[in-house]
């Protein structure tokens, strides 16, 4: 047996269910509708509220129902009536991590290790933890570790090769990749991870053996996906374009299959913003919120320059750079599913209802959040999460003193470059990349007009044919003097997650500016998604003005 699945036997084991009535019901969790246990359970406690183990079993079905926010407090209650149940102190954890609840996480950990200190299961958490808090030296220990410890794993070298990536240890990282091919010959996860170092070059005999097994009858969906973004990046790198689009077209269409996305839903969430963040809505709220002025946002679409802005920024004395924090998705996801449905109202109509404290207190809670992320004790941090253009609105009313940098490229050349990536859950169709695209500006050119000067806009293409230009207007911006070691970025160690890792710890170069006319051919579906974005760039449509 797999030692994690090993491990999860015995972390089972350790307390069986000793109630018969409750054994019956855990029989029955999958048999049964979920409504129907959760009744049976309810009714249980209602005789015996301290019955950890009953805690247990309905905070498992509540956790199956999606009601993540619910089950917290269930298993607060199992811990203290039952603390040596370590699966739901397992499972506490995890939740405490989805809620990016960093602290806490580690307390339950250190709970778990204490009493079984080799367990690969606890000990993959904590890396996951480790890695989420930047701590890069224990995440490269732990990693390392597993990967010892189990040899003939696959995963955990795979693991291991991304730890040793992001610290910037390439050559070993490649290592990393192929004992993982070793362990398991058709993982394709591997040669993907190769492929996604950007700088690697497959061999005429990796890219013979990834088309043999992409085509073989036993080979799992994910893993032919990942073959098939692996080839695209092997032929494009041998400038077979048309070859290279076949695959990386196939691996997208793959992919959609299974996710499920609303096309309608960010243009609803537009609408929704643009009405309700008004330039009134603002100077009624000017002297509301946290008037901290640590937090620098650096958002925008994916693959659009962020990380080149942030490696440039955390080279100047006064900036740290945090990584893609998921905080303020994880506020506003608190908002959506607890706030927003107690005032009768949606996220993020919500934002109008609280006063100035409470809005204050959102900015604190965020502060306190990233400070795990925060080693150097510079004034300034940057969190480069693309993402967060969409939570821009709270942003703005949250940090009236933050600084925005927006990160913008070529529409052609970030929808391509997205595309061509394998983000598993997000990947999109052509014409909807140009349409988000699309949002995405119009979006931004609200804030332009509605909060004037608030955000800094950086072009891509301008940073790269003058940097220096460039990296003197943001420094204006953010009210800081020009250092020479923001010329020298690609110098900084730091640890670096992102698909540019690589790029960004080289001089800045000009060849991908116009790298996506190769698949020009093949793009009309997406410049017909941007329409006069397209056209427009770098400047706005008339009709978003």
């Known amino acids: 047996m797999d030692a994690f699945a090993l491990a999860g036997a015995r972390l089972r084991a350790r307390r069986p269910l000793r109630n018969p009535r409750l054994r019956q019901i855990a029989s029955n969790l999958r048999a049964k509708p979920s ?7 309810q009714n249980y406690l209602d005789k015996f509220p301290q019955d950890g183990e009953a805690l247990w079993l309905l905070a498992q079905v509540v956790m199956r129902g999606g009601r993540l ?70 995440l490269l220990a732990i ?29 070993q990282s490649v290592a990393a990749y192929r004992k993982a091919i070793e362990c398991r010959p058709s993982i394709g996860e591997a040669y993907w991870s190769l492929a996604n170092l950007k700088t690697f070059r497959f061999s005429d005999e990796d890219v013979a053996r990834m088309e043999s097994l992409v085509e073989r009858s036993d ?43 609303d096309p309608d839903k960010t243009a609803a969430r537009v609408a929704a913003d643009k009405a309700l963040f008004t330039q009134e809505f603002f100077q009624s709220r ?61 996220y993020p109509h919500i934002l109008a209802k609280l006063d100035s404290s409470a809005l204050k207190a959102l900015g604190e809670e965020y502060l306190e959040n990233a400070r795990v992320h925060r080693k150097l ?34 529409p052609a050349a970030s929808c391509l470059s997205i595309f061509k990536q394998n983000f598993r859950d997000t990947n999109r169709r052509l014409n909807e990349l140009g349409h988000i695209y699309r949002e995405y500006v119009e979006l931004m050119a609200h804030f332009d007009r509605v ?24 420094l204006d911006y953010l009210g800081l003097p020009f250092e020479e070691g923001c010329l020298r970025f690609y110098q900084t160690p730091r640890t670096v997650r992102t698909p540019s890792s ?32 397209f056209t427009c760039y770098p400047g706005v449509p008339e009709e978003f003005q």
């Open 35 to 41: 409504e129907i246990t959760e009744r049976e359970l």
């Open 219 to 261: 080979a799992s969906p994910s893993d032919r996906i990942d073959f098939l973004f692996a080839l695209g990046k092997a032929y494009e790198d041998r400038r077979d374009y048309a070859r290279s689009w076949n695959h990386y077209a196939r691996a997208n269409a793959a992919v959609r299959i299974h996710v499920e996305l």
């Open 143 to 171: 990693r390392r570790q597993l990967a010892a410890d189990h040899p003939g794993r696959a995963e955990c070298w795979i693991n291991y090769g991304h730890a040793l990536r992001a610290s910037g240890q390439q050559d």
């Open 377 to 410: 004790g510079r004034p300034f941090f940057v969190d480069k999460n693309p993402a967060n253009y969409f939570q821009l609105g709270m942003i703005l009313l949250v940090f009236p003193n933050a600084k925005i940098i927006d990160a913008r490229r070529h």
């Open 69 to 138: 926010r619910e089950a917290a407090p269930l298993l607060v209650r199992c811990l203290e009536a039952a603390p040596d149940l370590a699966p739901a102190r397992l499972s506490y954890a995890r939740l405490l991590f989805h809620f990016c609840e960093f602290p806490a996480v580690q307390a339950q950990l250190e709970y778990l290790l204490e009493r079984d200190p080799a367990n690969p299961i606890f000990l993959e958490l904590k890396a996951d933890l480790l890695d989420a808090m930047g701590e890069v030296e224990g």
């Open 451 to 474: 909060v004037p000067g608030r955000i800094h806009r950086v072009i891509y293409e301008d940073m790269v044919c003058d940097p220096e230009a460039e990296i003197r207007k943001i």
């Open 286 to 346: 000017r002297d509301a919120g946290c008037q901290s002025k640590d937090p620098i946002f650096v958002l925008g679409r994916l693959r659009s320059g962020s990380t080149l802005v942030e490696q440039i920024l955390c080279s100047h004395s006064s900036i740290e750079a945090t990584g893609e924090l998921t905080h303020v998705r994880a506020i506003v996801k608190r908002l959506e599913d607890i706030d927003a449905p107690a005032a009768g109202t949606t």
């Open 502 to 533: 690589e790029q960004v710890r080289r001089p800045i170069s000009k060849e991908a500016v116009d790298h996506w006319r190769n698949y020009e051919p093949w793009l009309g579906p997406l410049i017909e998604g941007l329409g006069s974005v």
